[in-house]
């Protein structure tokens, strides 16, 4: 039983470019959620996304970044103009129900240059 | 969520016994007590979670405070690839949804 896939696991862009982050969760789980790991600081809960819907985005910046998880294929975190602040680990996790215990993947390491 | 605290670091040997404490005293009634951690360079891994009783799993054992203000986390025989920075984190049991990461505890293990 595969993990929680993430992909690309590392990606480099350019201020102002676009950075697509993909996530597939554990069979199964139909809860996925994103958090962010700054360098040197922990992790922060940015969006919580069930099948087609956003459950919970409190974590999220106001602009440029958005998240979708659709009903076929992986969630997206799209993040757009990227600037150097937005260089971080990416995590998404995954779980069977709200409560249920995450489960996490590798991460997607982003650096805006 | 409420707030739970941790020391910052802690040392372990190699094949001792590691206590992990966390205090949670603003605890309520619904609030299970989770613990996740984090091997350099990966993803949070989850450990272990309960609500009143004590509880044990493949990987650590969880010891809760009768008045729950407080647990610890207990791994019985330390290895080097415990290494990481070890979180305790309340969770409402009727809402769910997002960790709420602390500093966490980072252990270190000595050969």
């Known amino acids: 039983n595969a993990g929680v896939m993430q992909n690309p696991r590392h990606l480099v862009r350019r201020r102002g470019q676009e950075a697509r982050l993909r996530c597939s969760p554990m069979k199964g789980h139909s809860h996925v959620y994103w958090y962010r790991q700054l360098p040197e600081e922990g992790l922060k809960f940015m969006v919580y996304?069930?099948?087609?819907?956003?459950?919970?985005e409190s974590g999220m910046p106001k602009e440029r970044f958005s998240a979708e998880f659709p009903k076929e294929g992986p969630s997206i975190l799209r993040i757009q103009q990227v600037v150097r602040g937005d260089s971080a680990a990416y995590f998404c996790?995954?779980?069977?129900?709200?409560?249920?215990?995450?489960?996490f993947g590798p991460g997607t390491r982003l650096t805006v240059t | 969520d409420a707030k739970t605290t941790q020391p910052n670091s802690m040392e372990s040997n190699e094949e001792e016994p590691v206590h992990l404490p966390c205090n949670h005293s603003t605890i309520s009634g619904t609030d299970y007590i989770h613990w996740y951690r984090q091997l350099p360079s990966q993803g949070p891994e989850y450990v272990i979670h309960?609500?009143?009783s004590n509880v044990n799993n493949r990987m650590a054992s969880l010891a809760i405070a009768e008045d729950r203000k407080s647990s610890t986390l207990i791994l019985h025989r330390a290895t080097l690839r415990d290494a990481a920075v070890y979180y305790c984190i309340l969770r409402d049991g009727n809402q769910g949804g997002k960790l709420i990461f602390g500093q966490g505890t980072e252990l270190s293990v000595k050969p």
């Open positions: 996304l069930q099948k087609e819907n956003i459950i919970d």
């Open positions: 309960g609500l009143t």
């Open positions: 996790a995954s779980s069977a129900g709200g409560s249920n215990e995450q489960y």
